[in-house]
């Protein structure tokens, strides 16, 4: 059981002036204190990482793609121990049997999740029983047309991923230039994504009309995310250079499904960029356990806490703002600060505009 919480981080005074800049639809829609969404990293983001980023004012996505629906019960529980914040589930329809989808979302559905974060292909069906139990629904897209297909379907929010995003990867326009298409053609709040790890990124987005950020490589390089204390060390010392585009880490997902990932022995050998690698053509090769369970050569698997074996050789997700990561802390210091950095840039760019204003 998870050890008594501390007192989550109270929702904004309206007469705060950060409050005020940084607070979008999405904070109410969403009912966080920030527009700081976790991204939910299959394997990664856990209940704890959950909760500590729910306590600091953010958004938890809890990453259960492919997961047992006993496991999804489980983390679910744990979390609403740990704190009363709202707070999403991740499922992909895209690269789940459709008889363990069904699964997923009536467990969901059961234990009252209160909504549901969506990626890869617009599915209408999981969408609308989802909104059919009440639920809200994130939809993460990579180009305008799933973005009108999520809209069209009954999603409430957009989450516009930019080529630049670490783990799996949708589409190929920059994250900027996708949400600003977003924005133009969508009556929807549409968030960030990909690339975003400090507060630089988070400012640009609100200045955008973006409605908030989502991100992974930012909470995934932090003490409470279950990713591998080797994938956390990797990604602090890398640099946006050392991440690239690849298809070669792709059993369990559809043929070219992209992921960008840190360069490794893997990728060096094969030249791993985009070559249209097939799943059904790629050897099964076990090279990681997680206990009993095998991690096999070329899958999506990334290193998790309790993962033994090459963890070299595995998928270790990263986006390109590595750059701007230096160390693991906390996971709500590291919130802290990209909404510290966020606010201040905020109120300096209302200064100068303020300075500029004719005197009448």
């Known amino acids: ?34 527009p700081v969404l976790l991204a939910g990293m299959g394997g990664v983001s856990h209940w704890e990482l959950a909760a500590a980023v ?41 690269a789940t049997d459709p008889a363990l989808l069904e699964a997923q979302l009536d467990r969901c559905i059961e234990l009252g999740v209160p909504a549901f974060s969506f990626f890869w292909d617009v599915r209408p069906e999981a969408i609308r029983r989802a909104k059919d139990a ?17 809209e069209h379907a009954g999603a409430d929010l957009l989450i ?5 995003a670490g783990g799996h990867v949708h589409g190929r326009m920059g994250a900027l230039a996708l949400a600003a298409g977003m924005i133009a053609q969508s009556a929807l709040p549409v968030v960030v994504a990909g690339g975003i790890a400090d507060g630089r990124g988070l400012a640009a987005a609100l200045a955008m009309g973006a409605a908030g950020v989502q991100c992974g490589t930012a ?16 990604v ?16 369990n997902w559809p043929k070219g499904a992209a992921v960008r990932v840190l360069a490794n022995s893997i ?19 076990a090279i990681a356990w997680d206990g009993e369970l095998p991690r096999l050569r070329y899958s999506t698997d990334s290193p998790l806490r309790t993962t033994r074996g090459d963890l070299e050789a595995m998928a270790l997700f990263a986006g390109q703002g ?20 966020a606010d201040a840039l905020l109120a300096g760019a209302a200064e100068r505009r303020h300075e500029r204003e004719p005197v009448r």
């Open 1 to 34: 059981m998870p050890p008594a919480p501390p007192l989550d981080d109270p929702l904004p005074d309206p007469r705060d002036p950060a409050g005020g800049r940084l607070r979008t639809p999405v904070c109410d829609l969403l009912g966080c204190r920030w």
């Open 54 to 94: 729910a306590r600091a004012g953010g958004y938890p996505t809890l990453g259960m793609v492919r997961e047992d629906p006993a496991l999804i019960a489980q983390e679910v529980l744990a979390l609403r121990r740990a704190t009363d914040r709202p707070f999403a589930v991740n499922l992909i329809p895209a």
């Open 134 to 150: 009440g639920c809200l629904v994130l939809h993460q897209v990579g180009t305008l047309e799933a973005a009108r297909e999520a």
């Open 160 to 164: 516009a991923q930019g080529i630049e």
């Open 219 to 234: 909470f995934l390089a932090t003490e409470e995310s279950f990713a591998h204390p080797y994938h956390k060390a990797r």
């Open 236 to 251: 602090v010392e890398a640099t946006a250079a050392d991440t690239l585009l690849t298809d070669v880490f792709v059993l």
């Open 267 to 285: 990728t060096e050998k094969l030249d791993g960029r985009l070559m249209g690698h097939d799943p059904a053509e790629l050897p099964r090769e």
């Open 322 to 341: 590595v750059g701007a990561l230096r160390d693991i802390p906390p996971a709500g210091t590291r919130l802290a600060r990209i909404v510290a950095e």
